[in-house]
């Protein structure tokens, strides 16, 4: 019996032979290790860069939230902050993530003078944020700022700039009524609107009667427990703010 070769596998490539391996030139080589350490060196000067920046950032912010508190509620000793927490108010929460904050001012005698609170809604363009305060023993504002507003430049962010459409926050009822300029009947709870801003305008209205509706029965049953106690109560004491000129409660 005659030997016979056996048919051997097809390779796929015809029978020739397999491809040398890619080599990598040095010069190839150099350059990808170059961009990689530009890369780690720029993603750990963005990390320092952050580190360094962010501390000075959140001071900034509370500097200003602090200053604002002391505006609206017209120029307090000190103020307290307090959280809502299960529907009430609270200086001593479980935890304070993700809670609604309360500032309560006080003069120099340890008397409250009023609230001041944070809301946040959508307006024209975008989210107005603003600060209000609040008097629960009358129920009248006592003064608003925005804090932060990209609403549409010369006509939306008048909300910010137009002096007469602010002061018109300061000791009037609630809720807030919206009226334009010359349509007013004169009533304690009116709101002199901006002529070509009546929507940021509304917004900003809208806001602060919502912010109220949400948080005026806790507020109120908290100013009432405080008057009671005659002001800040010693159980609390660790808890109220530093002199507002000083930066403000906590």
Known sequence: MSEQKLPMA???NGGAPPPPPIQVSASSARLIATLATAGALAGLAIVMAFQWANPRIEAYKAKVLAE???EVLGGPDHYETVYVENGALTTQPLDTTGLDRVYVGYDENGKPMGVALEAAEAGFQDIITLIFG???ASGDLMGMK?????ETPGLGDKIVKDTAFIDGFENVGTPLVGVKKGQGSGGHDEVVMITGATI???AVIGIINHRLEALKAPVDTYWSATLTAGG?????AADVGAPATAGGGS
């Open 232 to 236: 800040v109560s010693s159980d609390r």
């Open 134 to 136: 609040y008097d629960p």
């Open 10 to 12: 097809d390779s796929g």
């Open 146 to 150: 925005v804090l932060d507003s990209k």
């Open 68 to 70: 604002s508190i002391t």
């Open 200 to 202: 940021s305008s509304r």
